[in-house]
């Protein structure tokens, strides 16, 4: 069993900053890919960044520039660090986990999830 619990969340002005957190426990195996997905308001999850231990990562085409994906494995830590924020961006962040293998931002392929952690972005 993995558990993985996000932090982090907050609100920001536009074009500010805010940087999230996710903390893994249990089985490491199962947090070798972390990503993250949003969900906002009336609109279904959709994938923000993705991070495997081998370093490989993904981003969706929304946030790329703007967003950094990191990991520190000693700590079994996944950040993302959110740059030039919009109004848009705004939605409940969730982190995810799960085995080798997965490279896209597919929320069906991971099994472990996060309850949470809410970002607002105001204009």
């Known amino acids: 069993q993995v558990h993985v619990v996000e932090s982090g969340g907050g609100s920001a002005q536009s074009g500010g900053s805010l940087r999230l957190s996710c903390v893994a426990s249990g089985n490491s195996y199962y947090y070798y890919t972390m990503a993250w997905f949003r969900q906002a308001p009336g609109k279904a999850r959709e994938g923000v960044a993705l991070?495997?231990?081998?370093?490989?990562?993904k981003y969706a085409q929304s946030v790329n520039g703007r967003f950094t994906i990191a990991r520190d494995d000693a700590e079994n830590t996944m950040y993302l660090q959110m740059n030039s924020l919009k109004p848009e961006d705004t939605a409940v962040y969730y982190c995810?986990?799960?085995?080798?293998?997965?490279?896209?931002?597919?929320?069906?392929?991971?099994?472990?999830w996060g309850q949470g952690t809410q970002v607002t972005v105001s204009s």
């Open positions: 995810a986990a799960d085995a080798p293998g997965r490279v896209e931002l597919n929320e069906r392929t991971f099994k472990f």
């Open positions: 991070i495997a231990r081998s370093t490989y990562t």
